[in-house]
Nanobody, 120 residues
């Protein structure tokens, strides 16, 4: 199977920074798009940022200029650098990968989620 393992959760004061990582492991797989989503208590999961295999990025308006998504294809890892954090950024963050497994599309795989808490 393909697994996505996240790391980097933490509690940060407003204005601080945090970096999340998500590494894919397994065999006979490749990854196209990757992204980060988040879900705050009582709210729907929302898209934060995406990145293609070629490095093209897209961001939600709420995080533009503050967050940066990047990836290391050799390590099958995607990162989310979060700067100038605000209390409204508090959420569980999930990574997602568009996986090809055994040479065929397998859809989106999800990480386990990591808690980011920003205090005011």
């Amino acid at each position: 199977q393909v697994q996505l393992v996240e790391s980097g959760e933490g509690l940060v004061q407003a204005g601080g920074s945090l970096r999340l990582s998500c590494a894919a492991s397994g065999s006979r797989f490749s990854i196209n798009n990757m992204g980060w989503y988040r879900q705050a208590p009582g709210k729907q999961r929302e898209l934060v940022a995406t990145i293609t295999s070629g490095g093209s990025t897209n961001y939600a308006d709420s995080v533009k200029g503050r967050f940066a998504i990047s990836r290391d294809n050799a390590k099958n890892t995607v990162y989310l650098q979060m700067n100038s954090l605000k209390p409204e950024d508090t959420a569980v963050y999930y990574c997602n990968a568009d996986v090809l497994w055994l040479g065929a599309p397998r859809g989106g795989f999800w990480g386990q989620g990591t808690q980011v808490t920003v205090s005011s």
